[in-house]
């Protein structure tokens, strides 16, 4: 039995149907049903209805401030139960990121500038909590851009951590409904520890989902095309690098994906 972390950008029931959503719910639940131990995280998104999904925060993982660009930020965790199964989820919340009702764009359909500190609060979000749950995964596994900054803080700003000193990274490609625009800055945003502004000199300084998945292929053991229409470019890219690839599953993916895992 091994211990899977699924850090999902979304998942179904909590947010609106989509390639990424599914994947969120499905991957974990299916991996689950083979027998592994299990923990999911994803962003507390302002369209949750806390009432509804049964939400609540948890006093003892929540209290920690996360310093992006020299700016804290409180760290806000809750946790829910998919009804009918075995699932926990915690929600990675903050009142300033994630009370807006957009995910990736605002009223008029332009990106939020902030969206580059948005996504790397809610990585170190996720390790730092598994930090404080003494949980130590074997396996990592990433879905959505949501997720993308975890691969290189794992590997390297949280290399030395004992959490994270033997874990493996695993990234899924999944076809995504929005393309996301990061800030500009995006790469001090970033910036923590050992990843520094010049360590991502190769990535473009305004960055667009496919290049920050681009920055998550390069740090992860492994690469799973996750949904069938996923973006071949990436899913080149991440051959072209000489990463371990495992092609669409279809529907019938769990075993397949619990012995990619092993031969990492």
């Known amino acids: 039995m091994k211990k899977i972390l699924f850090v999902n950008q979304d998942m179904v029931p909590y947010v ?21 131990e299990i923990r999911t995280f994803m962003p507390r998104w302002g369209t ?13 993982l929540s209290g920690l401030n996360i310093s992006i660009n020299d700016i804290d930020h409180p760290l806000i965790i809750k946790v829910a139960s998919i009804p009918g199964t075995k699932m926990q989820v915690y ?6 990121f994630f009370t807006r009702k957009g995910q990736v764009l605002d009223e008029d359909g332009k990106p ?12 170190r979000g996720v390790i730092e909590t598994i930090k404080k749950l003494r949980w130590v ?16 803080y794992a590997k390297v700003a949280y290399k030395e951590d004992p959490v994270m000193a033997n874990v493996k990274v695993v990234t899924s490609v ?3 409904p929005v393309q996301a625009e990061l800030n500009a ?13 010049d360590s991502l000199a190769k990535y473009a300084d305004t960055m667009s989902s496919d290049e920050l998945m681009k920055l998550a292929v390069d740090y992860s053991d492994g690469v799973i095309k996750g949904s069938e229409n996923a973006s071949d470019e990436i899913m080149d890219y991440a051959k072209a690098e000489g990463k ?7 529907d019938d993916f769990a075993k397949a994906y619990v012995g990619f895992y092993d031969s990492l």
């Open 244 to 250: 371990a690839v495992l092609d669409y599953q279809g």
């Open 16 to 36: 609106d149907e989509t390639e990424v959503s599914k994947a969120g719910r499905t991957v974990a639940q299916k991996v689950q049903e083979t027998g592994q």
């Open 174 to 176: 999944i076809e995504q």
């Open 91 to 96: 929600f990675i919340d903050n009142d300033e």
């Open 112 to 123: 939020y500038a902030d969206n580059g500190e948005r996504a790397a609060f809610f990585a």
């Open 48 to 60: 949750i209805n806390e009432r509804r999904g049964q939400l609540h925060e948890v006093i003892r």
């Open 137 to 152: 995964p074997d396996v990592i596994h990433c879905q959505g851009w949501m997720a993308a900054m975890i691969p290189v």
């Open 185 to 197: 800055d995006t790469k001090d945003c970033i910036a923590y520890g050992d990843v520094t502004k």
